[in-house]
């Protein structure tokens, strides 16, 4: 058979990309830059419709056309690179599809390259590790319309799907569209990853529970309406006990300094540049840039004060429902700002974004799969316009009956000592968007003042510049 498609990048992404198009009905040529990896990978799976290449002009020639390529190779430089050595092998009206995590700016000047010499290219987010490329990621293409209906067929084959059959894949918008999707999925991955970790936190440091007791807590979670991913495997890492002996549980023995690659600082920068408040993701951001500073918080923690007073009555049970309703608030929280800033985006790129299909596709096989999407696509199907996810009725009542939890937990850990940025900025950020006056007439008093930047008015339109001091 001719290959319906290429993979080219024959790493775990790749080749496990590779095997799911493969199990579909479809035969795959593959590629990579060193060959004894291809050589490798078709050895291990011969009874597969896999066709190796071992030049790049052999792997474009195999495939039927209009030639359809997923990239799977290391985001940033490598990408341009391979895109630069198949370019001259293509024809007019080829689709590439690049399924690295790409940051949506070059996803956006590489589309605008490629189209005027006629090719195709489409930035597609991929979620869910080696595991979700095996057996059914969520994808996130952006790029030309006409270049996506190329590769639907492929794309919502090997799609995750959602609970109610949908194939987690769908047209995101133009250019970099997809890449900056799933920037954002990311970010929210982070403040998920740092709230879970707050509750988990204050469940050990504050109502002292064993790591058993919180993993029966975490699996109870995971039924009600926080069910998802990152509780379900929070629960099952919880019962895991150290493989090197110490007898402890293994998350335990886990430095506590929190790595990442970029992802996250990407949607913080953006939110930044498109002045939007994204406070709980960045937080979380910032949380991991703390945590990798683990010598000096050694060191301070010899040095500075301690908390004084620690005579707080805990009643255990009411304090850790409370920390449910408080992870199910800022949660909501973070998806807010998350989803506000990809309208902004939206209308900032001009990409018409389609908010209940996004939640639609984050339901299965990406990281942040969790039952929260369910309510957020009703919001957005009842109101394709709604402004932010807290204005929607089940959202609006969430927040009413949980904003005490929230608080009580936050001030109980500020009080306590134990850090919460992720709890305060959801919290923080609640009483700011609810709020319809705000502190900031100060800040434009003071603007003026000192640089006469001058200030609008509560009664009349204008900008208004106060004489505030005289000439002496
Ligand atoms: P890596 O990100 O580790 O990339 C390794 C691949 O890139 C190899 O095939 C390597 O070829 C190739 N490559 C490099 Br490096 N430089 C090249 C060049 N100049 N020309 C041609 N090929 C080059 O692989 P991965 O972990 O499979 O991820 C692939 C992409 O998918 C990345 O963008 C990643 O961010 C993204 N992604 C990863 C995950 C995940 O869970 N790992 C999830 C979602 C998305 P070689 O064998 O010759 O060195």
């Given at each position: 058979?001719?290959?319906?498609?290429?993979?080219?990048?024959?790493?775990?992404?790749?080749?496990?990309?590779?095997?799911?198009?493969?199990?579909?009905?479809?035969?795959?040529?593959?590629?990579?830059?060193?060959?004894?990896?291809?050589?490798?990978?078709?050895?291990?799976?011969?009874?597969?419709?896999?066709?190796?290449?071992?030049?790049?002009?052999?792997?474009?020639?195999?495939?039927?056309?209009?030639?359809?390529?997923?990239?799977?190779?290391?985001?940033?430089?490598?990408?341009?690179?391979?895109?630069?050595?198949?370019?001259?092998?293509?024809?007019?009206?080829?689709?590439?599809?690049?399924?690295?995590?790409?940051?949506?700016?070059?996803?956006?000047?590489?589309?605008?390259?490629?189209?005027?010499?006629?090719?195709?290219?489409?930035?597609?987010?991929?979620?869910?590790?080696?595991?979700?490329?095996?057996?059914?990621?969520?994808?996130?293409?952006?790029?030309?319309?006409?270049?996506?209906?190329?590769?639907?067929?492929?794309?919502?084959?090997?799609?995750?799907?959602?609970?109610?059959?949908?194939?987690?894949?769908?047209?995101?918008?133009?250019?970099?569209?997809?890449?900056?999707?799933?920037?954002?999925?990311?970010?929210?991955?982070?403040?998920?990853?740092?709230?879970?970790?707050?509750?988990?936190?204050?469940?050990?440091?504050?109502?002292?529970?064993?790591?058993?007791?919180?993993?029966?807590?975490?699996?109870?979670?995971?039924?009600?309406?926080?069910?998802?991913?990152?509780?379900?495997?929070?629960?099952?890492?919880?019962?895991?006990k150290d493989d090197l002996g110490s007898g402890k549980p293994i998350v335990e023995m886990i430095l506590d300094r929190a790595?990442?690659?970029?992802?996250?600082?990407?949607?913080?920068?953006?939110?930044?540049?498109?002045?939007?408040?994204?406070?709980?993701?960045?937080?979380?951001?910032?949380?991991?840039?703390?945590?990798?500073?683990?010598?000096?918080?050694?060191?301070?923690?010899?040095?500075?004060?301690?908390?004084?007073?620690k005579d707080i009555k805990i009643d255990k049970d009411k304090v850790l429902e409370q920390i449910r309703e408080a992870l199910?608030?800022?949660k909501i929280m973070s998806y807010a700002q998350g989803f506000e800033q990809m309208e902004i985006a939206s209308a900032h790129?001009?990409?018409?974004?389609?908010?209940?299909?996004?939640?639609?596709?984050?339901?299965?096989?990406?990281?942040?799969?969790?039952?929260?999407?369910?309510?957020?696509?009703?919001?957005?199907?009842?109101?394709?316009?709604?402004?932010?996810?807290?204005?929607?009725?089940?959202?609006?009542?969430?927040?009413?009956?949980?904003?005490?939890?929230?608080?009580?937990?936050?001030?109980?850990?500020?009080?306590?000592?134990?850090?919460?940025?992720?709890?305060?900025?959801?919290?923080?950020?609640?009483?700011?968007?609810?709020?319809?006056?705000?502190?900031?007439?100060?800040?434009?008093?003071?603007?003026?003042?000192?640089?006469?930047?001058?200030?609008?008015?509560?009664?009349?339109?204008?900008?208004?510049?106060?004489?505030?001091?005289?000439?002496?």
């Open positions: 058979d001719t290959p319906q498609i290429g993979v080219a990048g024959m790493a775990v992404m790749g080749k496990n990309l590779a095997l799911n198009i493969e199990s579909r009905g479809y035969t795959v040529a593959v590629w990579n830059r060193t060959g004894s990896k291809t050589e490798a990978f078709v050895k291990d799976h011969s009874d597969k419709n896999l066709v190796p290449s071992y030049t790049i002009k052999d792997f474009v020639n195999s495939l039927e056309k209009p030639r359809r390529i997923l990239l799977m190779v290391k985001a940033g430089q490598p990408t341009d690179d391979v895109i630069h050595e198949i370019l001259p092998f293509l024809d007019k009206g080829d689709v590439l599809i690049d399924g690295g995590n790409t940051f949506f700016k070059d996803t956006m000047r590489r589309n605008a390259e490629l189209d005027s010499s006629g090719i195709n290219f489409i930035g597609m987010g991929v979620s869910g590790g080696e595991l979700g490329a095996l057996k059914g990621p969520a994808l996130m293409p952006g790029g030309q319309k006409e270049a996506y209906d190329l590769v639907a067929p492929i794309l919502t084959k090997i799609a995750a799907k959602a609970p109610d059959g949908t194939p987690c894949v769908a047209y995101i918008g133009p250019n970099g569209a997809g890449h900056y999707v799933k920037m954002i999925h990311n970010g929210i991955e982070y403040g998920d990853e740092e709230l879970i970790s707050e509750s988990y936190d204050l469940m050990k440091n504050v109502l002292g529970m064993s790591d058993d007791e919180m993993a029966k807590t975490f699996a109870e979670w995971n039924k009600g309406e926080l069910s998802s991913y990152l509780i379900d495997i929070t629960s099952k890492i919880l019962t895991y790595n990442n690659k970029g992802t996250g600082k990407w949607s913080s920068e953006n939110a930044l540049e498109l002045q939007v408040p994204q406070s709980v993701i960045t937080e979380s951001v910032y949380a991991r840039y703390i945590s990798m500073m683990k010598d000096e918080r050694v060191n301070a923690s010899k040095i500075l004060p301690e908390v004084v007073n199910y608030f800022s790129y001009d990409w018409d974004l389609q908010y209940e299909q996004i939640a639609s596709i984050w339901r299965a096989g990406c990281i942040i799969r969790a039952k929260l999407l369910e309510p957020i696509m009703n919001a957005y199907k009842k109101n394709p316009q709604l402004k932010n996810i807290l204005l929607d009725d089940y959202f609006k009542d969430i927040a009413g009956k949980y904003q005490d939890a929230a608080r009580n937990v936050t001030s109980l850990a500020v009080q306590l000592g134990r850090p919460v940025p992720g709890f305060s900025s959801a919290i923080t950020y609640y009483d700011q968007y609810r709020s319809a006056q705000l502190p900031a007439n100060l800040i434009q008093a003071m603007r003026d003042y000192f640089g006469a930047h001058t200030f609008e008015r509560t009664d009349r339109p204008g900008n208004f510049h106060y004489t505030w001091y005289k000439e002496q």
